[in-house]
């Protein structure tokens, strides 16, 4: 059986002077080993993508533990990016769909005006387009994406809600079929998205059905969503400014 090393540099480390060495240390890890999730021939040590996933997250909270920090701000973040991936699955076969918009609106106005009302009487169910669900695995990946990206702003959840997250785009179809392209997938995210979210910014690029490109392609709606929130709760005393001064530093990016 042949162990196959995906070498650091044919797809680089973002942002590795930036975080801890200790992180670095397992994100290389875990980039060598190589899955049979991923349609690679499986590990001779029976690394299962599972394993590494949790392995990487259980590295993420140690740190932000060691620096009292709050490990539910790199979920939410990873959660949006992954959300971003996903969106452009959606809209392929969903056109005119407009809950996707309305489920970033949703977890920004929870994240940030966490006591406003304003979420309880917007629709971001897909229960309008119950006609097309089932019909297409790609679609209800892609939509239980979104749904987990509602479960993360539970603390409790939001490990589990990552998780279902990546499933459906790792190994399922959410962000596209087929086997080939999934290790380039998995290490966009590991590379690039991990270590960019840990640091409160936006991957220098984002991965979607129609491959890679840079992020600055892909977030000026995300922000338009940010604004639109904020503009309409101008009037709304409570807030918190931490984290809209942290959402809008990372979007900015």
């Not at 998780?163 to 596209?176: E, H, S, T, W």
């Not at 409570?238 to 809209?244: A, G, N, P, V």
Request: overall charge negative.
């Amino acid at each position: 059986m042949t162990f196959i090393l995906h070498e650091v540099e044919k797809s680089p480390l973002i942002l590795a002077s930036e975080i801890p060495d200790s992180l670095r240390l397992v994100i290389e890890r875990i980039q060598g080993y190589s899955y049979a999730e991923l349609y690679e021939e499986k590990d001779i040590q029976g690394i299962s993508l599972e394993k590494s996933l949790n392995t990487v997250f259980d590295a993420i909270e140690k740190e932000k533990e060691k620096n009292s920090l709050d490990i539910s701000y790199c979920y939410f973040f990873m959660a949006i990016v992954m959300g971003i991936a996903v969106q452009p699955t959606i809209k392929t076969y969903l056109p005119r769909e407009t809950i996707t918009g309305k489920i970033f609106q949703y977890i920004f106005q929870d994240w940030i005006y966490p006591q406003n009302n304003y979420q309880q009487n917007l629709n971001v169910s897909f229960r309008d387009y119950q006609n097309y669900l089932g019909q297409y695995q790609a679609l209800d990946e892609a939509i239980d994406v979104f749904e987990n990206m509602l479960q993360a702003l539970e603390s409790v959840k939001t490990r589990e809600a990552i998780l279902n997250i990546l499933d459906d785009c790792f190994q399922g179809y959410a962000i596209f079929p087929g086997s080939q392209g999934r290790r380039e997938l998995f290490d966009w995210w590991l590379l690039d998205v991990v270590p960019s979210v840990f640091c409160g910014r936006l991957p220098k690029n984002i991965h979607t059905l129609k491959g890679i490109d840079k992020v600055t392609k892909h977030i000026t709606k995300i922000r338009n969503y940010f604004w639109k929130v904020v503009e309409n709760n101008q009037s709304q005393g409570h807030i918190d400014l931490e984290k809209q001064n942290l959402l809008l530093s990372f979007l900015a990016r």
